[in-house]
């Protein structure tokens, strides 16, 4: 080549110069751009590529052009010619035309379009030469042009172009190292049958290796099968026109369908018949539009599949549209009118002269359905002109190219039948669901069509808004696609899976049968299975029949001929010999100590395989079985048979299948090494004239699921156990110090623009994150986290979620799912115990509610969780009854306490007192108490004078604090909500692992151990303890307003400090003379309020009389019978009958009691303080402010509330002012025995027991009316016991807020 003339005078002497533009696409790999080098042509500039590698002179790179040109053109002319024989669906396109399209790396590409022209459609001329001007050469071809990979189009006056941009095809031609590629062959290819002639040996080898590569990039990938998947078509219903006329015939004569009227008597009435009644649908299809067919180019693309796909929709949408009114349409619609008239179905109208006024006096059903036959053979209005309804159908046969037909042999009822202009079927899924074949007597080949995913009948305008539906839920940033995406490829894995494990179980059957084959014995089985001759025993057993055992049956057998027994429960075979029985016992799957009488004189191997000939004497010890009973059995036993022999087969099956199997642990290893390693398939080295950007641009990234997959598919030999979303917390390393406490459990992972990217009608690309596989529904996620038992979440409530645009968009699935944004955990977000989990699917438009537990948010959770958690309780209750009880007193009307937050509570307290080990019946539950829990009674409150009491609760703002407690402590939300407000998530960049490799995302839940947190036991305490808080302050008030007119308020003081305790009072009824037991006890409560002095008030003032009732200083004085003393509440040593009997009932003074033990005393304190002043246990710190109570509360009020209108997300604020009460025991009880009866020991017994310490001042009975309770006879009075104690269930604290207390006393300003 050094002497061709082309190359003298050239700086590069030797080198065939030839312009870039003019290269093959073949030749690509073969040419080396040379910096620098240009030449001029007519003034034209051009890069010029130096041919280096090969060895083909011009005119054998020209012929090899012209030869593959010729193949291209050939092949498709054949798979045109063949396509139109199948079914007719090309209806006369056999004209093969080998169309060309320029790619983005500049080369032409080839792909087959039928017509029905011999002249190629104006698309399909080459366009701009890129070979030679003028030459026969100027198209270019990629590979071995129309081998493989192509798909065919259809035609008529217009062909459908598709190109290949973007495609497997496109790519290893322009981006693979041909040379390379041969070399990693050995030199060898595909085989060459018929070398093409002009062809060089090097290049027909190159384009077989093409070929295989494509083969098996485009036939050969599971991932190309799963997203095949994604694709419709839209089908119009026709009308009989000839070729279906002929279809129905058909269709009639295999009585597939049966038509009214005789088909012999007129086939015209038949067939419209068939077509009025819905029993014979013709329509004609469309092609398939599918989502991964191709990639969008040109102006404005961005080079995605659903952008192409997505454009083809609309291009369709937008010729129905405009069809709306074309000559088919209004015929189509006339026909259907025929019958019934316009607007109705063609099935709808009676069989009366409804079309009277169009055919004179002949509209009865059979003239209507021959005036439907002849509008199905002429089709056209009559006023239309040849040209223009030619001009329609053609428009219509090419959109819609396939003619199909149903069979509905019952018919459409009337009400769900199509109207004249409800013509369109959309389905989902690739048309084509059978082999082709043909009826009986048949002139069609047919293949049934795929309308399992079908949708219809609409409208045109109903097909539009259904197919722009479709087109925006598919969109990507919906994740809808790469959430079914990865369940088809999944499923489609599992089938290979199991083509593998059935190959392995099916194992010891093939070496069974292996040897067996090797003998006669075979043979023999057969024989004795077709000719059996079961024999009866006396007893009525029969050969063959399944029996049990039902008590130990004695043989000899065992290990050295011992005595043995088979023991009851087993299953086995009978076989009669004459007089004999015989069983034949199933193989035991395992060995039990019940079984022990059989297995202490057997080996684990003997047992677990051993399948024995026992005989019975006693049949009595055996109970027949249904027919063909079947026991489990394992892999030995499976192979074993009741036919002598047969034994030694199967153990030498087991040998040699341990020895394949199990010895050497093949299996195993390959599936250890194969689930956790990687493989790839290298395709091709890249030409080293590529771009490398240009060929990430055509490239995808590597399946980040696929790992998944391979672990699952060897789980059968690794044991691998899929560990479910959320299953798994660790402690995180990448958040801060304040989740030090806490773990993270991952419930799914993200890639952002998967499956691809995805750009707006406005241009801009849509920032979104989709899940690599499928998440749980939510309510098996949350199912999963609520498993976890001790376990709170961390949750952003509605203003925290708005405030960070954390959307739920899961209402919404045809919205972007999920943004490309981290949403990092936050210490200020509550924790939540989850309680009822939905489970199953929404009924209608309701949703699956989830409800939760309200615990604190994490940073104050951190800080001091003592306004959080449950506080200690004292005297627990002893049994569960009595906790029950309880609950049910307390929640009595709070509906918002889930039933599952109260079984929570008692199963807590459960789990305690079995620890304790106490009677079994201490553990059961009443009737009385369930019905209070979770019956009627939680609604009416029946049951017990407690909960009367709380349903009548006379305490100002109650139904108000009732709400807030709720509120504060429980919760529910829409399960997928719920879910969403508890997952966070954080990028994780990207592996790495590929050139294009995705951003990941990794969501995950936050989890804190809560195991104290019992949000029913705190709401029944606080609801309990916080009402007994406010009525000790609104008794104490009323005392010092009713003792004492203008007493200082209680709450005008720093602090508040009472002691409430209950009285039990001895009457001894002396007029009963026969009675043996003349005394009782009638009980009270009695207060003491410490915290108030008797001292001058703040400010010392000398009080005097001024005028005739009144003071000098009014504020701070008080008129008293003998002048003006200072103010002051009752006498803080006082003790004083409490009036309010919700309040005695806690101490035990409210009706009677048989024993004076149950009677309580205890001693509350009140603070009011920020709660920072609060540590962990004990009072507040002082805050050097001077305030009272009354002072404190109201500036909490508002500061409180000002807190939360400024920062209305935040749940924790250090500054609010909080009331907490805490509970103290009166340590020692009291007695005191009225002068009259004392020296009766049975009297002092009485009023001084349970270790009641005698008043050493006798002062106890002070605060009575003359010493003698009210309403009661001295007489009959006998003395005095106060109490001591916790109450049952009693607090060491409870907080409450600053308005509950102002709420019990007078403050004017609270409405």
């Not at 015209?268 to 539009?289: D, T």
């Not at 000719?531 to 130990?552: F, I, K, Y």
């Amino acid at each position: 080549m050094a002497d061709h003339p082309s190359h003298k005078k050239q700086p590069n002497a030797g080198l065939c110069m030839v312009p870039a533009n003019h290269v093959p696409a073949v030749l690509a790999a073969r040419v080396l751009p040379v910096t620098g080098s240009q030449e001029s042509h007519e003034g034209t500039k051009r890069t010029v590529l130096h041919y280096t590698l090969g060895t083909e002179t011009v005119a054998e790179l020209r012929a090899k052009i012209e030869i593959l040109e010729t193949q291209a053109h050939a092949g498709c002319q054949t798979k045109c010619g063949n396509a139109n024989l199948v079914g007719r669906w090309h209806e006369g396109r056999s004209f093969g035309h080998p169309c060309w399209s320029r790619s983005m790396a500049g080369q032409l590409t080839h792909n087959c379009v039928c017509s029905d022209s011999e002249e190629p459609p104006p698309e399909c001329k080459v366009r701009d030469s890129s070979f030679a001007q003028g030459e026969s050469t100027q198209q270019q071809v990629l590979g071995i042009a129309s081998k493989t990979g192509s798909q065919d189009s259809t035609s008529s006056s217009e062909a459908n172009e598709v190109s290949t941009q973007g495609s497997p095809q496109e790519t290893v031609n322009n981006f693979c190292a041909k040379d390379e590629l041969i070399a990693m062959r050995g030199g060898h290819g595909a085989d060459v049958q018929e070398p093409s002639e002009g062809l060089s040996g090097a290049a027909q080898l190159e384009s077989h290796i093409l070929a295989d590569i494509l083969q098996e990039l485009e036939g050969n990938n599971v991932d190309k099968m799963a997203k095949e998947i994604f694709t419709f078509y839209v089908c119009t219903r026709w009308v009989p026109d000839e070729m279906f006329f002929e279809l129905a015939q058909k269709e009639m004569a295999a009585e597939l369908v049966t038509s009214i009227v005789d088909a012999k008597e007129s086939k015209a009435q038949a067939v419209s018949e068939l077509y009025q009644k819905y029993k014979f649908m013709p329509m004609l299809c469309s092609k398939n539009l599918q989502v991964f067919e191709k990639t969008s180019s040109g102006p404005g693309s961005d080079g995605t599949y659903f952008q192409e796909f997505e454009g083809n929709v609309n291009k369709m949408a937008d010729w129905l549209d405009r069809q709306k009114e074309s000559p088919v349409a209004q015929a189509l619609e006339e026909t259907d009118g025929i019958f019934c008239g316009n607007g109705k179905s063609m099935n709808s109208c009676s069989d009366d002269g409804f079309l009277q006024r169009l055919f004179g006096s002949s509209g009865t059903q059979e003239e209507r359905w021959e005036a439907m036959a002849r509008k199905f053979k002429k089709f056209m209005p009559a006023s239309m002109q040849a040209v223009k309804w030619k001009k329609s159908l053609l428009e219509w046969k090419k959109m819609f190219p396939f003619h199909s037909f149903v069979d509905f042999p019952d018919g459409m009822a009337s009400q769900h039948a199509p109207k004249p202009n409800e013509r369109f079927l959309i389905c989902f899924g690739k048309r084509v669901a059978s082999e082709m074949h043909r009826r009986p007597k048949g002139n069609h080949i047919l293949t049934d069509q795929n309308t399992a995913g079908c949708h219809g009948w609409w409208s045109v305008p109903d097909t539009l808004d259904m197919m722009r539906r479709m087109v925006k839920l598919w969109r990507p940033p919906t994740c809808q696609i790469a959430d079914m995406a990865y369940t088809m490829k999944r499923e489609i894995l599992k089938m290979t899976v199991a083509m593998n494990e059935r190959l392995f179980d099916a194992i010891p059957s093939l070496l069974m049968d292996e040897e067996l084959d090797k003998t006669n014995l075979q043979e023999s089985l057969a024989e004795i299975a077709d000719n059996p001759e079961p024999q009866e025993h006396t007893s009525g057993l029969v050969d063959g029949m399944r029996v049990v055992s039902v008590a130990g049956i004695p043989y000899h057998g065992g290990k050295n001929g011992m005595a043995a027994v088979v023991p009851d429960g087993k299953v086995g075979t009978v076989h009669v010999d004459g007089n004999h029985v015989f069983v034949y016992w199933d193989p035991f799957q395992s060995i039990k100590e019940e079984d022990c009488t059989f297995s202490c004189d057997l080996s684990e191997d003997d047992l677990n395989n051993w399948m024995g000939k026992t005989p019975v004497q006693d049949t009595t010890t055996l109970k027949v079985l249904p027919s063909r009973w079947k026991s489990n059995k394992n892999f030995v036993g499976r192979m074993k048979d009741l036919v002598a022999g047969l034994a030694s087969i199967a153990d030498r099956a087991t040998l040699i299948f341990n020895k394949i199997m199990k010895s050497q642990g093949k299996q195993t290893g390959l599936a250890e090494m194969m689930s956790q390693s990687v493989s790839k398939w290298v395709v091709c080295p890249v030409a080293v004239t590529a771009s490398l950007g240009e060929l990430d641009n055509h490239l995808g990234v590597e399946d980040a699921a696929f790992q998944d997959f391979k672990k699952e598919a060897y789980a059968k030999w690794t044991g691998y156990e899929a560990k479910v979303p959320g299953e798994v917390c660790v402690t995180p390393d990448f958040l801060p110090q304040a989740f030090r406490e806490t773990q993270v459990c991952e419930i799914s992972e993200l890639l952002a623009d998967h499956v691809e990217k995805y750009t707006t009608g406005q241009g801009t690309p849509a920032n979104f994150i989709c899940p690599i596989k499928p998440p749980l529904p939510f309510e098996g996620q949350l199912a999963v986290l609520a498993a976890k038992k001790g376990m709170c979440y961390l949750r952003m409530t509605d203003p925290q979620a708005a405030r960070y645009h954390w959307k739920y968009q899961g209402k919404f699935p045809a919205r972007l799912q999920h943004e490309r944004m981290p949403n990092e955990p936050r210490p200020e977000y509550e924790l939540i115990k989850l309680m009822n989990v939905p489970s199953g699917k929404n009924a209608g438009s309701e949703d699956l509610v989830a409800s939760f537990g309200r615990f604190c948010s994490l940073d104050e959770y951190l800080v001091n969780s003592r306004f959080c958690e449950l506080p200690e309780l004292f005297n627990l209750w002893s049994t569960m009854d009595d906790i029950a009880g309880h609950l049910a007193d307390t929640v009595a009307g709070a509906l918002g306490v889930s039933a599952t937050a109260l079984q929570g509570a008692l199963a807590a307290f459960q789990q305690k007192i079995t620890q304790d080990k106490v009677k079994k019946a201490a553990l059961q539950v009443g009737e009385k108490a369930m019905d209070g829990l979770f019956g009627a009674g939680r609604l009416v409150g029946k049951g017990t004078k407690m909960a009367k009491a709380y349903l009548a609760d006379d305490l100002k703002g109650k139904g108000r604090r009732k709400d807030r407690l709720q509120e504060d402590l429980f919760g529910e939300l829409e399960g997928g909500t719920l879910l969403h407000r508890m997952s966070y998530q954080r990028s994780l960049s990207n592996n790495g692992l590929t050139s294009n490799a995705k951003e990941r995302f990794q969501r995950y839940v936050v989890a804190v151990p809560c195991p104290n947190f019992n949000p029913a036991l705190i709401f029944s305490v606080r609801r309990e303890w916080g009402a007994v808080a406010r009525r000790i302050v609104m008794e104490a008030d009323a005392f010092s307003q009713n003792v004492q007119k203008g007493a200082r308020e209680i709450l005008s003081y720093p602090s508040f400090r009472a002691l409430v305790r209950g009285e039990g009072y001895l009457i001894e009824d002396t007029k009963k003379k026969q009675a043996a037991n003349k005394t009782r006890w009638e009980v009270a409560a009695s207060m003491q309020v410490p915290s108030v002095d008797s001292a001058p008030s703040k400010t010392p003032v000398e009080c005097s009389v001024s005028g005739l009732t009144g003071c000098n200083h009014p504020d701070s004085c008080v008129r008293t019978w003998s002048g003006c003393v200072p103010k002051t509440t009752f006498n803080p040593d006082a003790w004083k009958l409490v009036t309010d009997g919700l309040l005695s009932n806690v101490v035990g003074g409210l009706g009677f009691t048989s024993s004076p033990e149950k009677l309580y005393g205890i001693e509350m304190n009140l603070y009011c303080a920020e709660k920072q002043l609060f540590d962990r246990i004990g009072p507040p710190t002082e805050s050097g402010k001077a305030e009272s109570l009354r002072e404190c509360l109201e500036r909490g009020v508002a500061q409180n509330a000002a807190l939360h209108a400024k920062e209305p997300w935040r749940l924790y604020f250090p500054e609010e002012v909080v009331v907490l009460a805490t509970f103290d025991e009166i340590n020692v009880r009291e007695c005191e025995v009225v002068p009259s009866a004392m020296g009766k020991a049975h009297i002092d017994s009485l009023v001084c027991s349970s270790g009641a310490v005698r008043s050493q001042d006798n002062s106890l009975r002070k605060h009575l009316p003359k010493g003698v309770p009210k309403d009661i006879d001295p007489d009959q009075f006998r003395g005095i016991h106060t109490g001591a104690g916790y109450p049952q269930g009693a607090p060491l604290e409870v907080p409450l807020r600053p308005e509950d207390i102002l709420e019990v006393v007078s403050t004017p300003w609270l409405p």
